[in-house]
């Protein structure tokens, strides 16, 4: 019998939430079998299975937020007690790799897991008493059980006093334990009236004498918990906002010329399997203004009392999604052509909008776009994303009326906004870039002859 306990999967992961078993009680798994889905700070992960069995217990249910280190699955290899997963990377990483041959390169397979405790970072809490029951060895109940009430000698065969149960090993699913957790209820002093003796809503409302609880559409109000990408985000946003000095500049720019250019680009054939849009020609003209103005792309080291210089621009884009706002980057942005970078954005958008962005997509930006214009939106003050000293925020595209050679005719412009540290980008330097950006988006082959 083997646990698998929670991994670290990247950058110093706490806790996860478990979104979606892939497996149940009794089902045969092997290794590198997908089991779970988890939510961390920053993306939805699939974790693998380490090694081949029988699934004996779910020791998490979905929805629950779980520390790095606590067992989450138990599995029978057949093999008798064994250590954790997470206390033996090294031989878990070993056997993965003699036992299944490694995939093509394009095709994507979940994080390798196992690897991210280390020995003894997590001690393991006293168990508590719990029931033996027929069929599994966790004193976790599974679907076929005998119902709760049966004495431990019976389900056993033998004699002896059960032990109290847990709630673990009490039949309940997620919502009613939740439902129970607010009302203050024991499950493992209740009995099920539902199948197999599962305890129901009605048990838990029972139980207090509660009235039936009123839907959520019914209330005035609605709670959501903060956990996941929101609660990181929401930590980081302020962390930022209060550590950073943020200055925010604006500027309105005739982006006639930079849409007719994007028209353009899409009847050519070098731009015929990627999606053209204005985003693509202000992300071009953001690159070739940070490399004009290196500061911009730079951060304020606390700890050494130092301003970095970064020579690579990892270029982030802010996306909304369901699960919050996420902040994927192209890696070395700066060396892609104009079709490359037009398809590495496609890229990072499917891949966002489909919730597969994983914790490395985010890891190391140097500078970020926030796109506000999709919205309908003209501008906003952004908030620097933390380890970044400048974010510049892309309003949309409208008709408005503008000077041209002495006449007022109608143009379409847009606003623009940066925000910057400024510990590290002064107001100069804050006003070059932008003017610089402006410039090239007002007279897109400006690009050619700056970059």
């Known amino acids: ?33 997908t089991i779970v889905e988890i939510e961390t700070a920053k993306a939805v992960v699939e974790l693998p299975c380490p090694f081949e069995g029988v699934v004996a217990a779910l020791m998490v249910d979905e929805g629950e937020t779980v520390d790095v280190g606590k067992p989450i699955i138990s599995v029978d290899d057949g093999a008798g007690p064994g250590a954790p997963v997470a206390e033996r ?47 599994t060895a966790t004193g976790l109940r599974s679907p076929e059980v005998v119902p709760p009430g049966v004495p431990s000698a019976v389900r056993e065969g033998g004699g002896g006093t059960a032990a109290p149960p847990t709630s673990a090993a009490v039949l309940a699913k997620p919502p009613v334990r939740k439902l129970a957790r607010d009302l203050g209820v024991d499950l493992t002093a209740l009995t099920g009236t539902g199948p197999h003796g599962s305890i129901t809503r009605d048990d838990v409302q029972a139980a207090v004498g509660a009235a039936p609880v009123v839907t959520r559409e019914a209330e005035d109000e609605e709670r959501i918990p903060i956990r996941g990408v929101r609660k990181a985000t929401a930590q980081a946003m302020v962390a930022s906002a209060f550590t950073a000095p943020h200055v925010t500049e604006f500027l309105q720019v005739d982006m006639t010329e930079t849409m007719d250019a994007v028209r353009r680009l899409r009847e050519l054939p070098d ?14 003209a953001v690159l ?60 990072l958008a499917e891949t966002a909008r489909a919730g597969r ?17 999709v919205f309908g939106v003209d501008t906003g003050t952004p908030i620097l994303n933390p380890g970044e000293s400048a974010i510049l925020a892309f309003g949309q595209v409208r008709d408005m009326p503008w ?13 623009l906004a940066v925000s910057f ?7 100069e330097i804050g006003s070059l870039f932008l003017r610089d950006v402006g410039a090239m988006l007002e007279d897109p082959l400006r690009m050619l002859a700056w970059g």
Request: glycine residues 8%; positive net charge; proline residues 9%.
């Open 1 to 33: 019998m083997k646990e698998f306990r929670l991994p670290d999967v990247g950058e110093g992961l706490t806790e996860a939430e478990i979104v979606r078993w892939h497996v149940k009680v009794g089902d045969p798994v092997k290794i590198n079998q």
């Open 288 to 347: 070739v203004a940070a490399r004009r103005h290196p500061m911009i792309n730079s951060v304020w080291d606390e700890a050494r009392q130092e301003i970095v210089v970064k020579h690579r621009v990892n270029l982030g884009i802010a996306a909304a999604t369901p699960r919050g706002l996420l902040v994927p980057n192209v890696k070395d942005a700066h060396l892609l052509s104009l079709p490359a970078l037009a398809g590495a954005l496609g890229a």
């Open 403 to 415: 000077v041209v050679d002495g006449q007022v005719v109608p143009r379409k412009v847009c606003t």
């Open 357 to 373: 962005t994983q914790p490395a997509d985010m890891a190391g930006g140097t500078i970020t776009i926030t796109n506000v214009g």
């Open 421 to 427: 540290d400024h510990r590290v980008v002064d107001g």
């Open 271 to 284: 731009f015929a399997e990627v999606r053209v849009s204005p985003l693509l020609l202000v992300a071009k």
């Open 89 to 135: 990377p090294a031989a878990l990483a070993d056997a993965a790799a003699d036992m299944v041959p490694a995939p093509p390169a394009e095709v994507r397979q979940p994080v390798l897991v196992g690897y991210g405790v280390k020995p003894g970072a997590a001690k393991r809490r006293p168990r508590k008493p719990s029931v033996s029951f027929a069929g």
